[in-house]
């Protein structure tokens, strides 16, 4: 856990709703200094209005936000956003379209800043943020990949207690995506800035944050290691949502369970004889070719390294398998499914883990 | 192939040229001929005179704008749908009708003075003749140009800009300095190009309130049959105007890519918190509204009330057919300048710069002249080359036309430039005519551009004097001729009513269109 | 393929020059053509109306609308009238066109123009503007005018176009007084309108009002006065100035108003209204302005203001008239002249004494009871056809600073 002093955003019991409805539902969540923060959920989950009210941006209706020690909302206080310390990198970019790069960069340094120091803390930004040469150019010049370390460069340049970057890489190019997200978790990790990163795609929570954040419904779903949500997901929703998922009945007996597919190892704490359900990865599942198995290959997806096949149990249950591209069966034709995880399985009872 | 809409762009040009065709017939020896006139002290002294209330006027009442817009867009205040009407209303009041009403009022034997003298005070108020006179009239006329282009800039702005700025430690006011301003500045010019258009070209309020400006000078010439004279010193008017067109084309192609392309999302405004200024801001805009509509607005009841005639006799001297030609005359040319701008616009891109260059300065010029001398140009030009024309509506709109396109033209680039003409290709990639785009791309796309483009175009046609009086057909008359017949004649109260009626008729379709915006806006949110 | 944009600018830049290359060509056409039209024309139109009576007389119908109007006339007992109707009589058919080109506005001549067109049948558009813009209008569409008739405000904006009018028949200038009409015959005058000093009655007496227009530039009326150098009637009056009095001493006058801090005023109506309010104690207007004023404001002298004359006679006392006149490329002539006449008809003169309160000019009809009798102007002996040199007064004008160059 998070030592008490080295706590650099602290946010409790935050409400705030929209219409009589609650986008934000009681919300209480520790980040650690220099500690990056996946934030992820469907669309509607109330990820961009939580950002919002974390910078002052929008005004929760409850609850208390402090920042490095600093309390900047509660029901007395609500320090206005230019007061917070706080920067934000947006989904649209939002830069400056009458400045170059480096004023963009250079906008939020106060001026009564050392001009030296200034400079050079703005050439050392446009290095790292790979921008150096694009210094005089124009928004409108730039690419969106550009665009978005310009716009890492300018909230980094007050040096904020705390970064909210409101799903940074939605609008851009896969393939920018992936060197984009390696660079900015180099650049943050190397500032040691705190940051809450929000996404929604999976993979980009996994890669980019230290601990995730599962929003559903205004409500955390889970919060927790990265390694954990995939691994132990508290609940269903978790499980579907970050990853693929398929759950299998079995039957508890000592640390094994046994399902129609095998019998496999379980990490839970439950008693013989329960009916759990079983939590599946499509790497946990394997398939051979077998005219009289026990289920049949309803499609597949090619995903160049492996296939995703979605197979029909004899029993009715679907599930998917994860499968090297070198298996290539047809689709209709007889598997035998067997469970191979090589690991312990978690179970559920009532969509939430046991 | 040889598109359509390149000979009709080629007409287009002619057409704006015929004033010059004439000016340079009566006016290039007449220049030559009197060329140590020009530089006489009396001259100079002119041109300084009417630079000064220019520069005045554009400037006062684009900084009257610019709070008005912030007051109106980006603040919480109170009964913002009245103000938004009440604040645009002086638009509809004619110069000559304005000054007639200011020196009533404000004049050294005024209402201000009869009130002040039934205190018990005596001796005399300032002397409102003059420049100072000059000053106030005309920008308390001229600033909703200011305010109308700034508002439509403001609510295009990107919010997320305000947002960014805020994040980074910049107040709402050191963000509307840093930030909006820059990415109004196209509509801040524009309608300041448009003021200082107005004032140069103004001849009824500076007459009225006895300043001496180039156009008075324009006029005076007309009057004693000097037309070469006239036709001299409006190339000179011509030559004064360059600098401000210079600059006012340079902002619109130029600036154009710097400033914010985005839309904003309409629900999700973020409005300034005004508090306990709340009560300062509506006063100061009462005063406005005061000043620039209140007080003309007592004054036309009190022309009207001077009569003996009972209400309906002064009414029935009032012909229907002036409304009619009214109404019909200003739609007519506010459809026709908003055609014309959508095909200029779209079918000379930004890569065809010197063309557009061209077309817009000699639009620019078009609204500089006073409209004398675009109605005689048109006299010269259809009577020779365009005879079966002359003296019919086609001839009258074409000269409003030139008059007023670039008031029509500004705002619609200003939305062509925010939406790109990317859709207007998908949709002619798509295999659609002309036409067809135009109906079902551009002017869905560019609506809030186009309505303001006609509202300004309907407006000033609505009060245009000479260009009517010269131009149209014979037996025609609208309120406009209606008001200046009889003002002259000293028939007040017939003036105040067609005064009243043109008011009125100004009135609705800027209702409208300030409300079809509020329509979509709950759509929006509607659907979301 | 052919790139249209790179010589498009070529084109129009090529065709804009000779465009105007064009235009001054046509320019210089139509200065020699009138002489040629001139001789031409009015032979044709004998001929015209010779056939067209003979084919005319046998319609019957046509007949009973004149009819009406010569009970209505018989009422009135008006000589000038029977003459009208008799020309109408003559005429083919009461039906036919009039364009008249109004310096006046609709709201003065607009009635009477109706009742000449319900008399006659005579369909007649009018184009209503200010005089001397009309007369631009004029010389700028030259001989293809569509105009038949120009009726203006003043002598000057008729005489500036004096080339394009054609001479009018003895009949309808021999009831005109002679200084009420052109010297050569080409217009006549419809009214009479008096310059006067409008006056202040709290601050005037008008005992204490000088003589004639030299009397202003004393110290006494400092600050006191207004005038409308850009109104067309003032202009008009310093013209006779000049005639009466010579450039130099005119000149000197204007100088003397100016160093005197005369108030500008666009036009008359401001003025009468600012010496009602006592903003000028004297304003130099034409006559008429005033009585609308006081007959807004009520009985008694709610208006504090009156017209003087001025009794020294001189330029000051200049009655001008409103001239009308027939333009020589007119089609539709006996319509022209019918128009004519009838301005100059009791009928009508009768209207603008009693709706305008203008002078008459012929003999027969009252002047209005509340104006000054002409007979106690002192007029100059001057003819008004000499007044048509208002281009000469703006230069004087603009050359004593009292307009700006």
């Known amino acids: 856990m998070i030592k008490n002093d080295e706590i650099d955003l602290e946010v409790s019991n935050l409400s705030i709703s929209f219409n009589k409805t609650k986008i934000i539902d009681d919300i209480s969540f520790n980040l650690g200094n220099g500690e990056i923060l996946s934030l992820i959920g469907p669309s509607g989950s109330g990820k961009t209005t939580l950002i919002r009210c974390l910078s002052g941006l929008d005004s929760p209706e409850i609850g208390n936000i402090t920042i490095s020690n600093v309390k900047v909302f509660d029901e007395n206080t609500n320090v206005a956003v230019e007061n917070r310390d706080v920067g934000i990198v947006f989904q649209d970019f939002a830069l400056f379209p009458h400045m170059t790069v480096e004023e963009n960069i250079s906008f939020g340094i106060k001026k009564n800043n050392n001009p030296e120091k200034k400079t050079s803390s703005i050439v050392e930004l446009l290095l790292l943020c790979g921008i150096y040469n694009l210094r005089n150019r124009y928004p409108d010049e730039l690419s969106g990949g550009e665009q978005q370390r310009v716009a890492l460069a300018r909230s980094l340049a007050t040096s904020p207690k705390l970064l909210l970057m409101d799903e940074p890489f939605s609008n851009l190019d896969a393939i920018f995506r992936s060197q984009l997200r390696i660079d900015v978790k180099r650049i943050l990790k190397y500032l040691k800035i705190t940051c809450i990163f929000v996404t929604h795609d999976q993979q980009e929570a996994l890669y980019m944050g230290d601990r995730i954040i599962v929003l559903n419904e205004g409500k955390i779903q889970q919060i927790d290691k990265n390694i954990n949500v995939f691994q132990k997901p508290q609940n269903e929703f978790v499980a579907n949502f970050i990853g693929l998922a398929d759950f299998i009945e079995g039957k508890i007996a000592d640390n094994y369970a046994q399902t129609e597919i095998g019998t496999v190892e379980i990490n839970s704490n439950v008693s013989n004889g329960d009916l759990v359900e079983i939590l599946v990865r499509p790497d946990d599942v394997s398939i051979k070719k077998n005219k009289s198995g026990n289920g049949f290959i309803i499609s597949k997806e090619y995903k160049g390294m492996y296939y995703i096949y979605h197979i029909k149990l004899n029993s009715g249950k679907m599930v998917k398998s994860l499968s090297s591209h070198i298996n290539d069966y047809d689709v209709g034709i007889k598997v035998d499914v067997q469970l191979s995880p090589g690991h312990p399985l978690v179970c559920y009872k009532n969509k939430l883990i046991v | 192939m040889f598109a359509i809409n390149r000979i009709l762009i080629f007409f287009i040009f002619i057409l704006f040229c015929v004033p010059f065709i004439f000016l340079f017939e009566f006016g290039v020896t007449e220049i030559f001929n009197s060329i140590e006139n020009l530089f006489s002290i009396n001259y100079l002294n002119l041109i300084t005179n009417t630079l000064i209330l220019v520069v005045s006027v554009t400037v006062t009442s684009s900084i009257i704008g610019l709070f008005l817009s912030w007051a109106t867009e980006m603040c919480d205040l109170k009964y913002k749908k009245i103000w938004r009407i009440l604040l645009i209303i002086p638009l509809v009041i004619p110069s000559y009708f304005a000054g007639y009403i200011f020196i009533l009022f404000y004049g050294p034997k005024g209402e201000i003075f009869d009130f002040i003298n039934s205190l018990g005070f005596t001796g005399n108020i300032p002397n409102i003749y003059g420049f100072w006179g000059a000053w106030v009239c005309l920008s308390s006329l001229c600033y909703p140009y200011a305010y109308l282009n700034l508002s439509a800039g403001l609510k295009s702005v990107d919010r997320k800009l305000e947002d960014a700025s805020r994040v980074l430690g910049y107040n709402h006011f050191k963000t509307f300095y840093k930030i909006i301003l820059p990415n109004i500045k196209t509509s801040f010019f524009a309608g300041g190009v448009l003021i200082a258009l107005y004032t140069l070209s103004d001849f009824g309020a500076v007459s009225a309130l006895q300043y001496n400006t180039f156009t008075l000078a324009i006029y005076t010439k007309f009057r004693s049959f000097d037309l070469n004279g006239a036709a001299a010193s409006s190339i000179i008017l011509v030559l004064i105007s360059i600098p401000i067109i210079y600059y006012a084309i340079n902002m619109s192609i130029i600036n154009s890519s710097r400033i914010s392309q985005r839309p904003s999302n309409l629900s999700n405004i973020k409005l300034f918190d005004l508090k306990k200024y709340q009560p300062l801001v509506q006063f100061i805009l009462f005063i406005i509204v005061l000043i620039s509509f209140i007080i003309p607005f007592i004054m036309i009841f009190t022309l009207i009330s001077r009569t003996n005639l009972g209400i309906y006799e002064t009414f029935s001297v009032i012909k229907y057919s002036s409304i009619y030609n009214t109404i019909i005359g200003s739609s007519l040319t506010g459809i026709l300048c908003v055609i014309i701008s959508l095909l200029v616009i779209l079918n000379l891109s930004k890569k065809n710069t010197i063309l557009r260059y061209f077309f817009e300065s000699v639009m620019h010029f078009g609204f500089t002249l006073p409209g004398i001398v675009i109605a005689l140009s048109f006299v010269y030009f259809s009577i020779n080359y365009m005879f079966p024309i002359y003296q019919t509506w086609v001839i009258l709109i074409l000269g409003y036309t030139v008059l007023f396109l670039s008031t029509a033209y500004g705002p619609i680039v200003t939305s062509v430039n925010l939406i790109g003409d990317r859709y207007i290709n998908a949709s002619k990639s798509l295999g659609k005519g002309p036409i067809n785009t135009l109906i079902n791309i551009s002017i869905p796309l560019y609506r809030p551009g186009i309505i303001k483009g006609f509202l300004n175009v309907f407006i000033l046609t609505a009060k245009e004097l000479p260009v009517t009086l010269i131009l149209a057909p014979l037996n025609f008359n609208t309120l406009s001729t209606v008001i200046w017949d009889n003002l002259e004649e000293a028939n007040f109260s017939t003036a105040g009513v067609a005064g009243l009626l043109l008011i009125i008729i100004i009135i609705i379709p800027t209702y409208l269109s300030i409300h079809i915006d509020d329509i979509k806006i709950k759509f929006i949110n509607r659907k979301k | ?405």
């Open chain 3, 1 to 405: 393929m052919f790139n249209y944009k790179k010589y498009y600018l070529f084109f129009s830049m090529v065709l804009l020059l000779s465009f105007s290359f064009a235009c001054s060509e046509a320019q210089e056409i139509i200065k020699e053509v009138p002489v040629e039209v001139i001789k031409e024309v009015p032979v044709e139109v004998v001929k015209e109306v010779q056939v067209e009576v003979e084919k005319v007389v046998e319609v019957d119908k046509i007949k009973e609308v004149p009819v009406e109007v010569i009970k209505e006339v018989e009422v009135i007992k008006e000589v000038q009238v029977e003459k009208v109707v008799k020309e109408v009589l003559e005429i083919e058919k009461p039906a036919g066109k009039l364009v008249v080109y109004s310096g006046r506005k609709e709201s003065l001549v607009g009635p009477i123009i109706e009742q000449f067109q319900s008399m006659t049948g005579i369909e007649v558009e009018v184009n209503y503007g200010t005089s001397t813009e009309i007369a631009s209008q004029l010389m700028l569409e030259g001989d293809k005018s569509p105009a038949d008739v120009f009726y203006a405000q003043d002598p000057g904006a008729v005489g500036s176009v004096v080339d394009m009018l054609a001479p009018l028949s003895v009949d309808i200038l021999e009831p005109i007084p002679d200084w009420a009409k052109s010297d050569q015959g080409k217009w006549v005058g419809v009214t009479g309108r008096a310059r006067v000093l409008v006056y202040n009655t709290d601050n005037v007496s008008p005992d204490d009002l000088p003589l004639t227009l030299n009397g202003l530039c004393d110290e006494k009326w400092k600050g006191r006065m207004g005038w409308a150098p850009t109104n067309s009637s003032f202009q008009t009056m310093v013209t006779g100035m000049r005639q009466i009095w010579g450039e130099e001493k005119t000149k000197e006058w204007i100088e003397c108003m100016i160093a005197n801090e005369v108030a500008v005023y666009p036009k008359n109506t401001p003025q009468v209204e600012a010496a009602g309010k006592s903003e000028i104690d004297i304003g130099l207007v034409n006559h008429y302005y005033l009585y609308k004023f006081v007959l807004d404001a009520g009985e008694g002298d709610q208006f504090k203001a009156r017209n003087h004359h001025l009794l020294g006679g001189g330029p000051g006392s200049l009655v001008m008239v409103s001239p009308v006149a027939i333009l020589s490329t007119s089609e539709n002539k006996s319509n022209a002249e019918q128009f004519v006449t009838f301005m100059t008809s009791k009928i009508a003169q009768n209207y603008f004494v009693n709706n305008i309160r203008e002078y008459p000019l012929i003999e027969g009809v009252k002047t209005h009871p509340l104006i000054t009798p002409m007979g106690d102007i002192k007029q100059p002996d001057i003819n008004l056809s000499e007044l048509a040199d208002i281009e000469g007064s703006a230069k004087l004008l603009q050359e004593a600073g009292a307009l700006p160059k």
